[in-house]
């Protein structure tokens, strides 16, 4: 199946433990994403890749860490882990356009559910 | 700051009862609007995409539309598959987008 997967998809830890969520995805994009979503659901970009390269880096605690070993992998290292990381974090990739409008539409993995007692 | 505001947080409605969802947005130099669709559990999946005032895009029972200062989600005689939060997203540069808050949609049958 064409598609963005993500390990583990439940991940219960304890404060100050490290821990990695996995991505890849096997639709040929050159764009990868990570997103956190909240209990309201309100969901808020933390990183993209193009091409193996950072482009966005928003007001992320310097705890996490993204690591892209090539383009159809983005993975997600976070560090010293606290109460308020308890969220879904969600795994995205887009293609950019060659032509046209400069942004194509992402594909969202299921997500990996963290919950940081 | 760019904002992305979704109306109503949760509407519930009768199955065959249209309605409408609304997004407003202050964004400077938009390039496209984009609703998804989640259901629970699950992660967004792309409905439309929407670049220029007047514009748009039709999908089953939904229909999207845009103006300079937000855009509708209109929904047709919605059956209870239909359930879900929609979701819309703004695109002002690259690979920048900003995603609203969602609107929580339940259809009874």
């Known amino acids: 199946d064409t598609a963005v997967s993500q390990t583990p998809k439940y991940l219960v830890t304890q404060m100050g433990n490290d821990k990695s969520i996995k991505c890849e995805q096997n639709?040929?994009?050159?764009?990868m994403y990570w997103y956190k979503q909240d209990s309201k659901k309100f969901l808020k970009i933390m990183f993209s890749y193009n091409n193996k390269e950072l482009i966005i880096n928003e007001t992320v605690p310097n705890r996490f860490s993204p690591k892209s070993p090539d383009k159809a992998h983005l993975n997600l290292h976070i560090n010293s882990l606290e109460l308020g990381d308890s969220a879904v974090y969600f795994c995205?990739?887009?293609?950019?356009?060659?032509?046209?409008?400069?942004?194509?539409?992402?594909?969202f993995g299921p997500g990996t559910r963290l919950t940081v007692l | 700051e760019d904002q992305v505001t979704q109306s109503p947080e949760a509407l519930r409605l009768q199955e065959g009862e249209s309605s409408s969802l609304n997004c407003s947005y202050t964004?400077?130099?938009?390039?496209?609007l984009f609703w998804y669709r989640q259901d629970p559990g699950k992660g967004p999946e792309f409905l439309f995409t929407?670049?220029?005032a007047g514009e748009e895009k039709e999908k089953e029972r939904l229909k999207a539309t845009l103006t300079k200062k937000e855009s509708f989600l209109h929904i047709t005689a919605p059956k209870p598959e239909d359930s879900a939060t929609y979701l819309c997203?703004?695109?002002?540069?690259?690979?920048?987008?900003?995603f609203g808050t969602g609107t929580k949609l339940q259809v009874i049958p």
């Open positions: 997203a703004v695109h002002k540069g690259y690979q920048k987008v900003t």
């Open positions: 639709l040929g994009h050159d764009t």
């Open positions: 995205a990739s887009s293609q950019t356009p060659v032509a046209g409008p400069s942004y194509n539409e992402q594909f």
């Open positions: 929407l670049y220029s």
């Open positions: 964004v400077s130099g938009l390039r496209g």
